[in-house]
């Protein structure tokens, strides 16, 4: 005979609820009802729905709390009144807020633990479920504590994990601000932040140092995410304004810097710009060095037609007709060997100086960059003709002497206060040996002072080869201002590595894309792609691009940018899940005296990163400046290898950097 079939878990529920009619002062309450299966599942449902809906709701009074207490406590603020949340705010450099938080990671714990008791439950119901099913205690049991768990799913599961960019209030001025914890890197740079005063009767632009990372998002991001809603705080009579009182309100972030231009007329943004960018070069204890009446750092940095051409006599130009004014931004801040940085660049590339921002701005949320030196000397590599191969030889074998050495190495300090002779490296070609010399050459970038050197080198060598001439006191194999893989592989000028950490939610909320996506278009781009193309030093985006414009802005030669802009960018995903990045630049050719330098315009730019002139020891001014010209060029290719990936890029240029034609 078959067996019956095993009653089913509504059978099981009708049969409990018919021995429950049966018990005591129950009976008279169900004797007339008898509710079916579906009834009691749908007054499960309808309860777990209304105490949910209790719960979010309950959310709306706090907000509510919140923003009221942020308006008064905004408003308390600007009466000038003692509160105890002021002197802590005035007191911290730190980030703050005007409201209590929510436990945050309390709540996201939790979520952890119902979903892990969720789980086992159903795991060891599961496991035996035939017991289980014939046990109406056991069953109840489980029904009860899945209804509660359905409970807190409806009512909290993912409250911790809320994007928190949507998580705002209004303060009394129209401005938002986030209201919940600021998910900043486990390892950030000891960057302090910056405040600015806010009291209408405090100087103009007073701030204190240091700097936080960029609060608006550059205009060449994502041209669709980044537009922002509309700022309410901004004054109806801002035109009416001084220059110092617009400064001071671009300070306090309540007018965005990209806003100038279309509140003032092009010319008056800049000027109040400057203001800006003085208080807080200023702040960083970037000074002109001279008499304080001259004004700003910025302030010999020309911004309507003027230019000295008695700088320029004899040391930068000839046959001087004009000069080409070209347009100079600053980027940053952003932390750099755990110090706030600014950087000028100068560029006609529309779109480049925001974009370069971006980089900034994610690297300093991130865990700021790192930049070392590993070479410091530039080269020259003087031609020089024996009469035989075999001779040719000669002096190659007796160049590589260690005492041989010596001798050059006093003939070529002979002729400078500064230059130290490294390294001799000889290469035979035939009846041709190429001599790379390579000299450390303190803060000037140092051509003129290693050519100098290498005649003295060409005199004493020709005391032991008499028959030795020269051919050329370069011999391409320096190699200067043209691509070649010895500068590649050997280094010329400063040889620098730099790498950042950028956290995955800082990926995406500021460069717009994700981290596999942006470490899959670096690799098939910059490094698969460049290799197809057979480049020499040709691996990242467009490393150019920002050394150029650094270049420009610093006095430097423009046209080593051919050999400065050597670098592979090189992206990885850590164990966590964050996006790491390094730029490898071997032959970084800068100096901060001499040539270009002098100029009023340039000088202003070299104050504002605080590295004009010579340094407190020798070659630490330029050192300094390879290293910014590298964190310009990490900052950029971060920002331009994110807007690959996400395909915003065209759509940004053309948002941005597309105007009517001038009529």
Known sequence: MAAAAAPTIGQRLDTLLAALSNIGDMNHLLSNYQPSTSQIYSLVIVLSVAFSFRLLNSGDDLGSKLSSSTVE???????????KYAKANNKNNKQSYDFPQPKWHILKLTNYVVTTLFLLSIITFLSNASVYLNDNTALMTFLGVWSGLLCYFFGFFGISFVELDDLVVTDADGQQRQQGVVTQPQKQASCKSRKVESSPNDPPVKVISLHPPASSTPVCSDPIKSKSPTNTGIPTNVKDLSNEEIATLVLQDKIKDHQLEKLLDPHRAVAVRRLKFDALLSSLGKTTGEDDKKGGVLSELPHEH?????????????????????????????????????????????CLVASTNRGCKAITQGSGARSTILRDGITRAPCV???????????????????????????????????????????VAGRNVYIRLRC????????????????????????????????????NMCTDKKAAAMNWIEGRGKSVVIEATIPKDVVRSTLKTSVPAIVEANVNKNLIGSAMAGTVGGFNAHAANNVTAVFLA??????????????????????????????????????????????????????????????????????????????????????????????????????????????
Not at 455 to 465: D, N, T
């Open 554 to 663: 610093t006095g430097q030669d423009p046209a080593q940018n051919v050999e400065s802009s050597n670098c592979i960018t090189l992206m990885e995903v850590t164990p966590e899940g964050d996006l790491w990045i390094s730029c490898t630049m071997p032959s970084i050719e800068v100096g901060t005296v001499g040539g270009g330098t002098g100029l009023s315009a340039q000088s202003a730019c070299l104050r504002a990163i605080g590295v004009k002139g010579g340094g407190e020891n020798p070659g630490d001014n330029a050192r300094q400046l390879a290293h910014v010209v590298a964190c310009a060029t990490m900052a950029g290719e971060l920002s331009l290898m994110a807007a690959l990936a996400s395909n915003s890029l065209v759509a940004a240029h053309m948002q941005h950097n597309r105007k009517p034609a001038s009529k």
């Open 306 to 350: 003027d230019l000295d051409y008695k700088r320029v006599l004899g040391a930068n130009c000839e046959i001087v007709v004009g000069y080409i004014p070209i347009p100079v931004g600053i980027v940053g801040p952003v932390t750099l060997n755990g110090e706030s940085v600014y950087i000028p660049m100068a560029t006609t590339e529309g």
């Open 440 to 475: 450390f050459s303190g803060d000037a970038m140092g051509m003129n002072m290693i050519s100098k050197g290498s005649l003295a080198v060409i005199e004493c060598l020709r005391e032991q080869f008499p028959q030795l001439s020269l051919v050329a006191l370069s011999g």
């Open 385 to 427: 003709r024996l009469p035989s191969a075999h001779e040719a030889a000669q002096v190659h074998l007796w160049i590589e002497e260690a005492d041989n050495f010596a001798k050059l190495k006093e003939a070529f300090e002979s002729t400078t206060s500064f230059g130290k002779l490294i390294e001799a490296s000889p290469t």
């Open 73 to 83: 406590q905004a408003k308390r603020g600007e009466k000038g009144t003692s509160s």
